[in-house]
């Protein structure tokens, strides 16, 4: 599910990961590639060990079309929500600000839930052996990438 919110570029990647349970340790498993800002950007979750716990880790990546690694997208605001059962109640974890470019074209957290929790039926975050991943974020601007350009332009800089 993709959502594009308002005038200002706002963008919600929210999608559905199956098969929580045979998630494999420090296996990324990714959502559809979505077009945003004429880059292509997708979530990335997986199992991983951080100090001696497991905990599920979300990230945000950006995987430009260009070859050479000579771009770089300032991205703001860029919030993840990890849902219960419904939409209306979930746990959300904000990160100002980022830029990102292509040696680093990605960007979250490697603890967003310990792993116990997360699986923990009473808790609510699995269901049918799914979790559902949003990350809300906004393009501020492109520098490098030409095909960027096709964002609003009051965002380009």
Known sequence: IIQFLGA???CVLRYRFHGVSSFEMAKTQFSPDTMYANMIWRIG????????KTCLAV??????????????????????NLHKHTLQDHQE????????????SSWGS????LWSELIDKKNGYVEDDAILVEIRFKVMSCIGYLKCLG????IIR
Do not use: F
């Not at 979750?45 to 001696?52: C, E, L, N, Q, R």
């Not at 490697?110 to 839930?113: I, L, P, Q």
């Open 93 to 104: 974890m904000l990160i100002e600000s980022k830029e990102l470019n292509g040696e680093e």
């Open 151 to 154: 964002i609003p332009e009051k």
């Open 45 to 52: 979750v997986s199992k991983k060990d951080v100090k001696d």
């Open 8 to 10: 200002g570029g706002d």
């Open 110 to 113: 490697r603890s967003v839930k």
């Open 59 to 80: 990230y945000l990546h950006c995987n430009s079309e260009e070859a050479a690694a000579a771009w770089t997208c300032k991205v703001k605001q860029i919030h993840y």
